[in-house]
């Protein structure tokens, strides 16, 4: 027996009461306040009543304010009406569950069951299907989380206990107009005919709130759905996120200087908006054997790549995703290839290299160029620049939202790329009608790996890179 009482309580401890912490300390997966200058939200729960909610439609009317309603299915399907009159007036409307009772005491099932329900009441009633849930007292339970994803769950940052009667409307004044703040979410509720509420409380709810609304409006707040205050505070968020990403950016460029400077880089072409850097070193990895027959081996002389990194920003912070930035990338490379080439046969340092060396996430369509392509052998270094390389993405490249991004962010294959010194002396043997020429057949060939390359292009981000 005792046993079994243990049991019981793990039970409930993991499958009610931590979700329920979680989601109430630190957020998770739920909104509860805005990040906002001028808005707060008004949420009404446990509705619609045939007589409280009409008076409250008015009164939200008179003050121009717009809020979000919270519905119980059992409630809804009686007050039909009611339920298009607060869509026709511009006011939210969300699932409060089938009847009023926790999601503690409930089935995953049934509590799908519940908001199914209600959310199909909500349609047949507006022809919108809700977009937001409240669980009733704000409990949920593990599963909700994964059986709950095409809702968004609202708590809130105030509540007042306006469903007791005996709270009197002078000090729900009080406390209401504590919180006359941006950002707040408060819970209200127009009917009190639900398990421990009062009948009538809803009447000092509405005489506090009358107050609320004319000194909220004389102090220059608007009151908005909650659809509108997860929008701004989206916006608000993102802004802060870019502020931080500049700093990144301006940081990272630092040290791309203070790396050129240490390793003495050389730039090709015009040192104002250059596509490469690049230095003679020795090769340290592991012997590779080349498709022409040649091969590179451990202390050979080798020309390694970077792409200029300032130009990777501005790309990227130009491009509407990572697959057009790593297009225009690739065709970057394709018009300073020549250019490297001449820079090489002149650079007297080079003139025992073995071949053009780099690493890189945008590797289809390279082959086309004259790149042979390699995995990166297992160790330290690969390990080290698929975290720095996801890292840049992050950094760099505007958020995907889809699964698909998110999947190909995730699936990071950086590519060590090698191009044997005859090859690339062949970019500089062109003449220039000869070269022109070949331009336009490789910018063919580029264009019909484009769609090979958006796949890689997802994966934006260079270390030692050669595109």
């Not at 009847?99 to 409930?106: D, R, Y």
Request: charged fraction near 25%.
């Amino acid at each position: 027996m005792e046993n079994l009482l243990m049991w019981g309580i793990y039970f409930a401890t993991f499958y009610a009461f931590l979700p329920g912490l979680i989601s109430r300390t630190f957020g998770f997966r739920v909104f509860k306040k805005g990040r906002v200058e001028k808005e707060i939200s008004l949420t009404f729960d446990d509705g619609p009543d045939p007589v409280y909610t009409p008076q409250l439609l008015d009164l939200l009317a008179r003050y121009n304010a717009k809020a979000t309603f919270f519905v119980v299915g059992s409630h809804a399907e009686q007050q039909e009406e009611l339920l298009r009159r607060m869509k026709a007036e511009g006011h939210i409307i969300g699932i409060h569950n089938y009847v009023h009772k926790s999601n503690w005491l409930m089935r995953p099932r049934s509590v799908k069951q519940q908001i199914e329900r209600t959310g199909e009441i909500i349609e047949h009633a507006t022809g919108v299907r809700s977009a937001y849930y409240r669980p009733p007292w704000g409990i949920v339970n593990v599963f909700d989380y994964a059986n709950l994803g095409y809702l968004q769950i609202i708590l809130w940052s105030a509540m007042f206990g306006d469903w007791r009667i005996r709270v009197g409307a002078e000090r729900l004044k009080k406390r209401m107009l504590k919180k006359l703040r941006p950002g707040e979410v408060m819970l209200l509720h127009d009917c009190g005919t639900t398990f421990g509420a009062d009948k009538d409380a809803p009447r000092n709810m509405l005489i506090a709130l009358e107050i609320y609304l004319e000194e909220g409006t004389k102090r220059g707040y608007r009151f908005v759905g909650i659809e509108e205050m997860i929008k701004l505070t989206d916006a608000a968020r993102a802004a802060h996120t870019s502020f931080i990403k500049k700093g990144l950016i301006s940081l990272w460029l630092l040290w791309e200087r203070a790396f050129h400077v240490v390793f003495r880089l050389k730039t090709v072409g015009d040192a104002g908006d250059p596509a490469f850097h690049y230095r003679i070193t020795t090769y340290h990895g592991k012997s590779v054997q080349l498709a022409g027959g040649g091969s590179v081996t451990k202390g050979d002389r080798i020309a390694e790549l970077h792409f200029d990194n300032k130009k990777l920003s501005t790309i990227a912070a130009t491009s509407k995703s990572p697959v057009a930035t790593g297009i225009r990338m690739l065709r970057e490379v394709e018009q300073a290839l020549p250019l490297l080439a001449n820079q090489l046969a002149e650079d007297a340092e080079a003139s025992d290299i073995k071949a053009v060396y780099g690493v890189t996430m945008i590797h289809r369509g390279a082959d086309r160029l004259g790149f042979e392509i390699y995995k990166l052998p297992e160790g330290w270094f690969a390990r080290s620049t698929r975290v720095y390389l996801r890292i840049l993405i992050r950094v760099l490249t505007k958020k995907q939202q889809t699964a698909k991004g998110k999947q190909r962010r995730e699936t990071i294959s950086p590519r060590m790329l090698l191009m044997p010194v005859e090859i690339i002396r062949g970019y500089a043997a062109l003449q220039p009608n000869n070269r022109q020429a070949s331009a336009e057949r490789m910018s063919v060939a580029v264009e019909r790996t484009i769609s090979a390359a958006a796949d890689e292009a997802a994966q934006l981000g260079t270390k030692t890179t050669a595109i």
